[in-house]
C-alpha cells in the first residue's frame, strides 16, 4: 500500500515553475522522501531526495515541512521534456528498502 | 546510460506459456527489485532481494518465482502465465538510498 498522495495531474506551461504536492502523514522517524520521473518507455529516474526543511540540485528543488508529512517538488522553467508522471515515495531501511510507489501525478507541459 | 540492464525488451506469448525475465546491474548495489506495472501505470513491488536473500515478497500469485544466482542478477519467472500478467515488468537496485531502474520488459499475453 503507498504510503503517499498526490494530484493525479496537473498542466503548466513552458517556462513556469511547477509545485508538485505530496502527503505522506505517516512517515516515520527513519524514512526519507523521494522524487522520481518516469517518461513512456523509461523506467523511473531519481530526481531528487530529503528527510527535512529543503534540499536543491541542478534539476529541483525539495521543501519539506517542519512535521514531514508534506513535501513539495519544484520544477522551474519547465520544458516540454519534463512531461512525465512524477513519483513521490518514502522509504526508509528495514533491513533492505522496500520501495512503493504511488499512482504519481501526471505533468502534462503546452508550448 | 542505465546500470540496470533487462532482456528481452518486449515478449508476447500465449496464456499458459512459461516466460523468464532477466535482470542484472553493474552498480554493485546490494538489494535489487522486481516491480510491476499496470495500464493505470500504477508500480508495484513484488520481490525484494538483498545480497541474494528475498526479504521482501508481495502477495503475488505462486506461478511469479524470483530467481537470483549473485547478488548482480535477479530473474523473474512466469509459470502459465494469465492475461492479467500483461504489464510492463521493471527491474531495479539499490544502494540503500537511491533506486535506479531497468527500461523494463513489456509482456503481453495473447
Known amino acids: 500500500l503507498a504510503k503517499t498522495t498526490q494530484p493525479p495531474s496537473m498542466e503548466a506551461y513552458e517556462g513556469q515553475e511547477v509545485n508538485v504536492s505530496c502527503s505522506h502523514t505517516?512517515?516515520?522517524?527513519?524514512?526519507?522522501i523521494y522524487w522520481y520521473r518516469q517518461v513512456p518507455h523509461q523506467g523511473p529516474q531519481f530526481i531528487i531526495q530529503?528527510?527535512?526543511d529543503y534540499v536543491v540540485n541542478e534539476v529541483a528543488s525539495l521543501f519539506i515541512s517542519a512535521d514531514r508529512k508534506l513535501s513539495t517538488l519544484s520544477l522551474p522553467w519547465v520544458s516540454l521534456r519534463d512531461a512525465a508522471v512524477y513519483y513521490c515515495?518514502?522509504?526508509?531501511?528495514?533491513?533492505?528498502?522496500?520501495?512503493?510507489f504511488g499512482s504519481g501525478t501526471r505533468l502534462l507541459v503546452s508550448p | 546510460e542505465t546500470a540496470v540492464f533487462q532482456t528481452p525488451n518486449y515478449h508476447v506469448t500465449q496464456v499458459g506459456n512459461e516466460v523468464s525475465f532477466n535482470c542484472k546491474q553493474t552498480l554493485g548495489h546490494d538489494t535489487m527489485y522486481w516491480y510491476k506495472q499496470d495500464s493505470k501505470k500504477l508500480l508495484k513491488i513484488m520481490f525484494s532481494?538483498?545480497?541474494?536473500?528475498?526479504?521482501v515478497n508481495e502477495t503475488v500469485p505462486r506461478r511469479f518465482s524470483p530467481q537470483s544466482s549473485d547478488k548482480a542478477h535477479l530473474n523473474l519467472r512466469i509459470k502459465s502465465v494469465e492475461p492479467e500478467d500483461s504489464a510492463v515488468y521493471l527491474c531495479?537496485?539499490?544502494?540503500?538510498?537511491?533506486?535506479?531502474f531497468g527500461k523494463g520488459t513489456r509482456l503481453t499475453v495473447v
Open positions: 530529503g528527510y527535512k
Open positions: 505517516n512517515i516515520a522517524t527513519s524514512e526519507y
Open positions: 515515495i518514502v522509504t526508509g531501511w528495514t533491513g533492505g528498502y522496500k520501495v512503493v
Open positions: 531495479a537496485s539499490s544502494s540503500g538510498t537511491e533506486v535506479f
Open positions: 532481494y538483498n545480497n541474494k536473500q528475498l526479504i
